[in-house]
């Protein structure tokens, strides 16, 4: 059984700054990816930023020099440093943890940011 938790979501004007965390836990020893995805009003979930467990970082190019995604692996947890939050990243940030083998992805439950300008 895994479970995996976001925190760190809210309320923030425009400009402003929010930290979210993740934590995955259970029955697997590590993860080979971990990151964050987002949906907003209307829209698909997409990309937000990924981390692999050897650091290698991928961001949506929205959030390029803004966002900083950063990992624990001893501890299976990610966060995801935002900065200068503008009205167009208001969505429900859901955090995904991937397993290598067998192939499987987990997610965890979301938390709703919300920018307002």
């Known amino acids: 059984q895994v479970q995996v938790v976001e925190s760190g979501g809210g309320l923030v004007q425009a400009g402003g700054s929010l930290r979210l965390s993740c934590a995955a836990s259970g029955s697997i020893f590590s993860f080979s990816v971990m990151g964050w995805y987002r949906q907003g009003p209307g829209k698909q979930r997409e990309l937000v930023a990924v981390i692999t467990v050897g650091g290698i970082t991928n961001y949506a190019d929205s959030v390029k020099g803004r966002f900083t995604i950063s990992n624990d692996n001893a501890k299976n947890t990610v966060t995801l440093q935002m900065n200068n939050l503008q009205p167009e990243d208001t969505g429900v940030y859901y955090c995904?943890?991937?397993?290598?083998?067998?192939?499987?992805?987990?997610w965890g439950q979301g938390t709703q940011v919300t920018v307002s300008s």
């Open positions: 995904k943890a991937d397993v290598r083998l067998p192939p499987r992805s987990y």
